[in-house]
């Protein structure tokens, strides 16, 4: 008997190929697409889609877009018919900001507005869920040539959009007690998302009432922050501040979401960084990237708090959005706890673009 796999398993299996660099087959009406991811993607790859078709398309994100003058015909996105002549080094040029003040004049790009632009958005949001730059390759293969590619993960769009539009539901899969410096009465709970994604974590601590509004904080991985020190951002500082004052409190529950770098992940956090180094700012940094503002998805952390008995909280956070966020997924805040801690002069300017661009209160 053969053993099914769920729509949810497939794209997760589809996400580790991109990371891999093994392509994907999208099924659309008729039609049948092979994608694969830029950043991945090889020179004899490359050679592959070619020999299928001349015609490959370059999906990129409108923000990615914007940044190299292309025009943009299906709103989010961007497709761009890739020259003949094009190399893997052109691809990854196009898809990365590094050396786009070094070489600015990437085109002139050949925008295309007809045709159905569903399977290059999907493929954009599965690589941004890999983690990988938001850049893909895609061609147009029959259903014969896809049948001898029976090897590689096939799905029908319509399965795909849906389940990419929604996350993962969470399931608790251990608890123990684990004794803090803050506290010797907390317990760690930790959570994995039905799709296979990294787990997310919750920090108990003491014996929070579940009628009443609990304290809590929804903190984001933060790699160069909470671990090594980074002075670039407040991130350990409030991680250590939030820790502490429920201590103090006397309970409260501390969400730790593996969303590093507002949902990109730590590499494209460091390409961030290096465009910081050049001038950008951190919102800039992220559009030049080819992302939005920021990518978490707040309502992994509503759901945790919701699993562990709690609907209403006092949330430690200095993101009006956070707050809006919650109320939006059912947990409702009660009181805005402000958070002001760890600033220092190396991270002025992205304190400063947090208040004006993003809306924190500081």
Partial sequence: MAILLTVEEQIARMRADLRMGVPILL??????????????????????????????????????????????????????????????DWLR????????????????????????AEPHRLV???????RLLPAAVLVQITSAAADELSYLHRLPIESIGPCLR???????VSAANVPL???????VHVYRPDDGGIEHYAIEIGNPIRNEPVLSRLHSACFTGDIIGSLKCDCGPQLNAAMQQIAEFGSGVLLYMNQEGRGIGLANKMRAY???????????ANHRLGFEDDERDFMLG?????????????LMTNNPNKVERMNAAGVRVVERVPLHVGHNPL????LETKAKKSGHIL
């Fill in 274 to 284: 290096a465009l910081q180094s050049q001038g950008f700012d951190t919102v800039e």
């Fill in 166 to 172: 929604k996350s993962s539901p969470l399931a608790l």
């Fill in 302 to 314: 509503a759901e945790i708090l919701k699993s562990l008995g709690f609907n209403s909280v006092r």
């Fill in 27 to 88: 099924t659309c009406g008729g039609g049948v697409w092979m994608a694969a991811a830029v950043e991945t993607l090889n020179s004899g790859r490359l050679k592959h889609f070619r020999d299928y078709s001349d015609n490959i398309d370059l999906a990129i994100t409108e923000r990615r877009a914007k940044t190299l003058s292309a025009r943009v015909y299906d709103g989010d996105l961007a497709r761009i018919q890739i020259p003949n002549a094009a190399d893997i």
């Fill in 347 to 350: 991270n002025k300017d992205y």
């Fill in 93 to 116: 040029s196009v898809a990365d900001p590094v050396d786009d003040l070094q070489s600015p004049m990437k085109g002139p790009f050949t925008a295309i507005r007809d045709g159905d």
């Fill in 124 to 130: 954009l949001m599965i690589c941004k869920q890999a």
């Fill in 181 to 187: 410096a803050v506290s010797n009465t907390a317990k």
